[in-house]
């Protein structure tokens, strides 16, 4: 009698711990409640900034807080949605002088790796696929929190944020001035764990 | 004089037509220049200005002109019953251009929820905005719909020629003077 129901303790427990263990990791990033956001910022001539952002993407990302070296993210972006709250000046950015988004609509992000470097701290490194062309990237990241929602699920929100050099992308920015040549990527978000 | 009757164009439309073509040839030739400005150009804010500045004016002037064509009566179109249906589908095809034209232009400027500055003296508001990709789309159609607008008016200013030089008809002197309004020939 006590061996039959230690036995199946066991078996359910069993059962469960692939489950929970997947579970506790992913993540879905929240664009559909818009607590996500990808930025980024430009200096216009060397004299002040433009300041713009990416409207829609998706993405999901694995964080366990007991395995911290397994984490990772991936997100896809569409590029033509692209604002910097000036009609005019965003159809020039996606045109083909800049990120021909005609013929690359799709921005992505995919992690190869991750290293914590402190307390809510990392490094996490990823292939960034723009304007057609692939680049290793570094972005410092910070958990920012994590906790349940007052609806039912359970959240984890970090930022990060990495610098471009816009020519590595294949962008030419030769005609403009020297500090308009990279541009400052800022992402964070908010993922619901599923 | 100033109206017109089916047998001649009176004033206004005259008017209006010649107004109107001035007005897309140079609104394309600038539309086209400016385009191709580098970014350290003088023009490079200012002959965009111009740009959506004189394209609201020809916009009302358009809407202007069609209503004036629908409620005055047109001269009777020459030739065969051949060279008259492809008349009339050359001019339905220029003012649907013309319209084409200028409203991909407004949605261009206004895909973001700003209105169109005339001059600095006032402002058109944005009615459609943030479709997706809005701006860009809109950009496709205002150059082809501009390309094929200048197109079809070479077709129409050839056909003219065509009228005059070769079948000695007065279509292209009806659209000069108002006299004919009166003609009883």
Redesign the interface.
Known sequence: MFKKTALTTALAAAALVPLSQAQAADYVIDTEGQHAFIQFKISHLGYSYILGSLEEFSGEFSYDPENLAASSASLEVDVSSLTSNHAERDKHIKSDDFLNVAEYPTARFASTGFEPTGEDQGVLTGDLTLHGETRAIEMPVTLLGEGEDPWGNYRAGFEGSTTLTLADYGIDMSSFPEPMHELELYVTFEGIRQ | MWRNSTTGWGLISILLHWLSALAFVGLFVLGWWMTGL???DGWYNLA?WWHRSLGMLVLAVTLARLAWRFIQPSPALPGGRLERLAAHLGHVGLYALMLLVLVSGYL?????G?GIGVFGLFEVPALI?DL?????LA?MVHWYAALALMGLAAGHALAALKHHWRDRQDTLVRMLSSRHVHSRR
């Open positions: 580098d970014y350290y965009p261009i400027s206004t895909a973001e700003d905005s997706p990709d809005q701006a860009s950009g």
